[in-house]
C-alpha cells in the first residue's frame, strides 16, 4: 500500500527575499489593523453591519477582514483602502 503522503508533490521554499517581502505585509497587516480598529472604536462602531457601512463592504468581509488570524495577500491593500475612507493617515512601511 501506497501512502498518500508519498504522492504529494515537494512544497516549494519561500526564497529569503520572498520571506522578507511577506513578513514585512504581516507587520503591516497588524499595524493596519490596529489602526483601523482603534479609529473604529473611538467612533463607538462596533456591529459588523456599521463596520461594513464605515469601511464601504460588506459587514461579512469587514469583519473577517479585521479579525483575520491569518495572513492573506491582498490584506494590506484593502486596510489601507479602509484607512483611506476613514480619513487616516496611513504610514509608510519602507519608512520603519
Do not use: Y
Amino acid at each position: 500500500m501506497n501512502s498518500p503522503l508519498i504522492d504529494l508533490p515537494a512544497k516549494p521554499k519561500l526564497t529569503a527575499e520572498d520571506r522578507r517581502c511577506r513578513d514585512a505585509d504581516r507587520l503591516q497587516t497588524i499595524r493596519l489593523r490596529m489602526l483601523v480598529g482603534q479609529a473604529l472604536h473611538d467612533r463607538r462602531i462596533k456591529t459588523p453591519a456599521d463596520m461594513g457601512a464605515a469601511l464601504g463592504m460588506p459587514p461579512a468581509d469587514a469583519v473577517k477582514l479585521m479579525t483575520g488570524k491569518q495572513w492573506r495577500e491582498g490584506d494590506v491593500a484593502l486596510l489601507e483602502a479602509a484607512a483611506a475612507k476613514l480619513g487616516l493617515r496611513v504610514p509608510d512601511a519602507a519608512s520603519r
